[in-house]
């Protein structure tokens, strides 16, 4: 597995632990998928209710907080599939 998707999971089990209650899959170019959801997040490919889809520079911005998801959705570097309104939960919860 890739160090970055490993890396990923310890800042997002920390970042969302029990405030996300959602199913959502975040692809990262390159790297994989890492699966989020009411547990935490894991590795893994699964089917979510939204998929978000970044590359690895706009993915590490969003989890340091100096990329803010909604911009990056407008910008058109972070892309959506799915239900939207779990996406903003997720990026509320992010932020």
Known sequence: MSTIIDSAIAA???KIAGKFGGNAKFI?????S???DNSGAR?????????????VETFKG??????NPTAAFMM???TVDGD???AIQLGATLS
């Open 43 to 55: 590795a893994g490919d699964d089917a979510a209710d939204v998929t978000l889809s970044a590359d």
């Open 28 to 32: 990262v170019e390159g790297e994989g």
């Open 34 to 36: 890492i699966m989020l």
């Open 84 to 86: 939207m309104g779990q």
């Open 76 to 78: 058109g570097k972070l």
């Open 62 to 67: 969003i989890l340091d907080g100096s990329v």
């Open 12 to 14: 997002l089990n920390d």
